[in-house]
């Protein structure tokens, strides 16, 4: 099978391979499992704890598009494909406990409002914690503003639909969740999000940092002290290769982040785009992101195959 071109598999074939899932390894690459994660891991195995009675469902993924390539996706909301990630700044912050939050909704991607997808949600994991006790449904954010968000108002309006519509069950399991991550984790106390969150954005937002479209930004390195090339319009395919090689590494890197809105992931051509970005990548010893990069050009077309081939069973034959 492994010399048949994705057009000879079979249908069984085809879905098999469409399964397949990277390793947390693959994943994580030179960052642990983040401690406090594995250990919500274990709570889940009792029967008066599950994560997701506080709106989030664990499980490291590969990220998925469109997103930032440095992110590690570690929970998953259970709505419209949103998902809550480490962001790593490609592997500038040191340990995944360095690492912000990334609060990310790609069916909610829009070329002309960057922030739109791609919303920061805690400063390290354990505020996520934090968060997330306080507000058990994370897609209250979605389309919004954080730093003016009327909190206390959504707060208490999911809070009185779970009351009016969850069964018994469900409810005490919120509570016993809520009561055993009071005691099992020493949160941290945010007094008022909208401050919080103007905090967070601004913490982001300095000399060391390049100013990026998404408005998550990017850190430097601390021997970076050059301005990076941004590039503002689509190259062609050849020319961007020859871009990529000329141009500095920090500026590469303002580029992988900004790809999403520069170049759309519905074009015909993005599949390539991909490839030349893995390819850098690789020469670069970014072996963790250029991965994930192959992986997901392999299953775009697993997936194309796929498809061609369940049209091809359905159309008439003359």
Not at 33 to 46: I, T, W
Not at 145 to 150: C, H, R, S
Not at 260 to 286: R, T, V
Request: net charge negative.
């Amino acid at each position: 099978m492994g010399n048949q071109s994705d057009a000879q598999r079979s249908e069984v074939e085809l879905l098999t391979e469409m399964k397949k899932r990277m390793s947390i390894e693959e994943l994580l690459g030179k960052y642990q499992e983040h401690k406090g994660l594995s250990k919500l891991y274990l709570l889940n195995e009792r029967k008066d704890f599950d994560t997701e009675s506080i709106g989030f469902i664990l499980g490291y993924t590969k990220p998925y598009s469109p997103a930032p390539f440095d992110i590690i996706p570690f929970a998953r909301t259970g709505g419209d494909g949103c998902y809550f990630a480490f962001l790593t700044d490609f592997g500038r912050f040191v340990t995944i406990e360095d690492c912000p939050i990334l609060f990310v909704s790609p069916s909610d991607f829009d070329k002309n409002k960057p922030n739109q997808s791609n919303i920061l949600f805690a400063n390290n994991f354990d505020e996520f914690l934090a968060i997330m006790h306080t507000l058990t449904y994370a897609e209250i954010i979605r389309f919004q503003d954080l730093t003016v968000l009327d909190f206390e108002t959504k707060i208490k309006e999911v809070r009185q639909e779970r009351n009016e519509y969850d069964a018994e069950e469900s409810k005490a399991l919120l509570s016993s969740t809520l009561h055993i991550i009071e005691e099992e984790f020493d949160l941290s106390e945010i007094a008022n999000l909208n401050t919080y969150y103007t905090e967070l954005n601004s913490s982001r937002d300095g000399r060391q940092w390049i100013k990026l479209r998404d408005g998550i930004h990017l850190l430097k390195a601390e021997s970076e002290n050059e301005d990076p090339e941004i590039m503002s319009t689509k190259l062609p395919i050849e020319a961007l290769k020859e871009w990529l090689k000329k141009t500095s590494m920090i500026s590469r890197l303002a580029f992988y982040r900004d790809c999403p809105y520069i170049y759309s992931f519905s074009d015909d051509d993005y599949g390539d785009i991909l490839q030349i970005i893995a390819n850098q990548m690789a020469e670069d010893k970014m072996t963790r992101e250029a991965s994930i990069i192959e992986f997901e050009i392999k299953q775009n077309k697993l997936s194309k195959a796929y498809f061609n081939l369940r049209r091809s069973k359905m159309t008439p034959k003359n």
